[in-house]
């Protein structure tokens, strides 16, 4: 029994941002040891401090079953209900950081002022707009299929979580935020509501295409609403129904994909025609078929780098084949790839995607059928889009989907697992560098432990984590191409968090994200401020620690 309590209670500081107007000059943090057990939430720990620790600590509670949202607070810097978290699950070296909402005035400790989040909720006008000119048996009908989609919704409790986690807030106060937009939303989808186009038209001008799709909102979500896919990008294909969307830049980036194949104009040579010496026809698929080493290959793969890394970042390219040959597996490269469709999934453009799905899945189920079914992306948006979006488009389009997709980093954990990463070859790069997880490997859900386990293993890099809430480079979304000036500041922020832990620089393995960082960097330069600050490829990293200095590290 006594074995039981000590694996069931634990003893650690509640640490707590302090603030009272009336007395303080500057918020303060103040530490309280506590002693819990399994069961005991951060409201528990809260209400223990107060009526037996410090009475004057401010924080507000009501329902405890994570109905009313009253106790959203940020814990170690992500939104959550107090009343759901469980302390033991989020106690870090000892300590749990509790602080109020943020983006939002601090009345007294954790309370804040909800005021400028319920007027973004007022501006979306949430309540049945009805044209009463109409007869009745011209009105919308509810549809079962109706109801379900409205209820989809339905469970926001208005706690705030998402909107103090929004990383576009953090940079344009302007922006309605997750939980406005999800409520407008509900009354878009309604057919009683008589507003639903004016409702769209009104979301565009107010920011809909401001969001990255980087899902801050929903993992701070305590319903676990859907907010990017059900919502957002659901919102955006209506606003190009009623020809209100997407934005003049995103029809630009569509015209040069439906022009070039791709979402990024030719500046260099393709990827993918660097080693002619190596083209080659498997089943009738022109390819680069690249095997440089002696023997079997222990595996065979086909390679999809994306537009960006294929026209703008060759270099990664030849990272990503110089870590498979140094390993044993054997590389096809499609000649013909093209554009994924992501940028028509992204802005709201979903039925012009097609041709670009079909092409693709032709390619891969070639493969697939002659044995060669891995697919691997080496770029993170690409990947999202082939996990989440091809197998519903396949059953839509009545495609075969018989490969299965990885991204590189994923298949490399793989490969270590089954003893086919050749770790002992590994040599020593200097570097003390912080990972910066990609929103779209995310949604991959691809975990960070994945990439933040393999950097670990390469000798002389120094990783340095910082616990915080999702940062967001700003590339994601078409934010970069339609408000250029809050994707820049986005990555900005991003690259000062990092400096200000003294490391060399960001580490990433998404091609938007690192030209968002070089953009930011530019920036910076000509505004005559310049960072000291590399952005490192993670791939060009891991070619370098296996010793080929054409996939070298690349940064500014």
Known sequence: MNDMKDIREMKAIIRILRFNPDIDEKPYYQDFELEFGSGTTILDCLINIKDNQEGSLTFRRSCRSGICGSCAVRINHRAMLACKTQAMDVVRDGVVLVEPLVHLRTIKDLVVDLEPFYNTIEQVHPWLITDHTLKEKEEGAVIPADVELLGSVDDCIFCGACYSDCNVIDVDRSFLGPSAIAKSFRFTVDPRDSAGDERIRQLVEQGLYKCPVDQECEIACPKGLSLRRDIIEYLRCGAVANEVGPMPAHKRLIMSVLDTGASVPVT?????????????????????????????????????????????????????????????????IPKKQVCCGSPFMRVGMRDAMKPFVTQNFEI??????????????????????????????????????????????????????????????????????????????????????????????????????????????????????????????????????????????LLTNCPFCILSFERGLELMRESGEPMEFGIFDFYKVFSRAFGEEKGGVGGN
């Open 268 to 332: 260099t040579t393709q990827a993918v025609d660097e080693y002619p010496e190596y083209e080659s026809d498997f089943h009738g698929i022109h390819e680069l078929y690249i095997k440089k080493f002696e023997g079997e290959p222990v595996a065979e793969v086909v390679l999809f780098f994306g537009c960006i890394i294929n026209r703008r970042q060759q270099d990664t390219a030849a990272a990503i084949i110089n870590i498979f040959q140094h390993n044993n597996v054997a590389v096809h």
């Open 364 to 505: 891969f189920n070639t493969y697939a059928s002659h044995g060669v079914p891995h697919i691997l992306t080496s770029c993170s948006g690409c990947n999202s889009t082939f996990r989440h979006d091809y197998p519903g488009l396949a059953r839509e389009y009545g495609l075969d989907f018989d490969f299965e997709i990885f991204d590189v980093g994923e298949y490399m954990t793989m490969m270590e697992a089954d003893g086919n990463l050749r770790l002992e070859d590994l040599k020593p790069v200097k570097m003390r560098a912080m990972y910066h997880y990609p929103c779209h490997i995310r949604a991959s859900e691809l975990d960070e432990s994945i990439y933040v386990d393999l950097i670990r293993k390469i000798p002389g890099m120094e990783l340095v984590q910082v616990p915080s809430s999702g940062l967001c480079c700003g590339g994601g979304g078409g934010v970069r191409a339609a408000y250029p000036e809050v994707s820049d500041k986005l990555s900005i922020r991003r690259m000062e968090v990092a400096k200000e832990e003294g490391v060399d620089g």
